[in-house]
């Protein structure tokens, strides 16, 4: 299956979209990827909303951005299959013309323990969180423009190595194994990247199988006393894809509160 476009951006025509900022964020249909789809837009910049199957909430984060005065379409893909991933990078150089910022926010989290049984928990892991990244980052290496930003989104349960993380905590350290190495990689075009590893944020996916005494036990955990929320992590994919960041590369960012 190939990438598909379901929305166009406010102004219809390509040409007055040229010359613009352009930003893909992958998993941008809900929880931190909307919420980082949603900032850049704010700063200016003309956003792809890639989603994996849902359809209409993806519409929601394209129709609240242009409700603001901002651009974006929704752009379908499974971050896992090279095909698609091809697919989505030549849509919104179709739509938009170029490409400056790609922030890799698409993944899964299923909770196993380390045994054999686990084994397709793993794979599916991995296949999502990992070789999405590295079909993401490879394709971002590839169509960014000079001086343009990559951000991988990791996690800091890195740190904190909990029983039945271990097929994510391994997706995720492979993870920000690729972001060191690209960053070298891309040595002589001014193109930075870097890693931001939330904390526990107040999402879906996070609130999922929990009870309300587990979620008060975990927002203990940090200083600050709190979840974070989706416009925490936000703030700091803007920071590092903005002007601010441009002395920041080859980073993970823990932004999490003080958690790890």
Known sequence: MSATSTSTPISTALSTDRGLRTALVTG???????????????????????????????QETVAAIEAAGGRATAVQADVSDAAQVAALFEETL?????????????????????????????DQVIDTN????????????????????????????????FPNYGPYIASKAGVEGLVHVLANELRGRSITVNAVAPGPVGTELFFKGKSQEQIDSVAKVPPLERLGTPEDIANAVSFLVGKDGGWINSQVLRANGGFA
């Open 28 to 58: 941008a249909s809900r929880g931190i990827g909307q919420a980082i789809a949603k900032r850049l837009a704010a700063d200016g910049y003309s956003v792809v909303v890639n989603y994996a199957g849902n359809a209409a909430a993806a």
């Open 130 to 161: 990992l070789r999405g990244a590295f079909l993401v980052l490879g394709h971002a290496a590839e169509k960014v423009a000079a001086g343009g930003r990559i951000v991988a989104l990791s996690t800091s349960v890195i740190a904190k190595s």
């Open 94 to 122: 179709r739509r938009y013309g170029r490409l400056d910022a790609v922030v890799h926010s698409a993944g899964v989290m299923p909770m196993a323990a380390i045994k054999p049984s686990s084994l397709e928990a793993f």
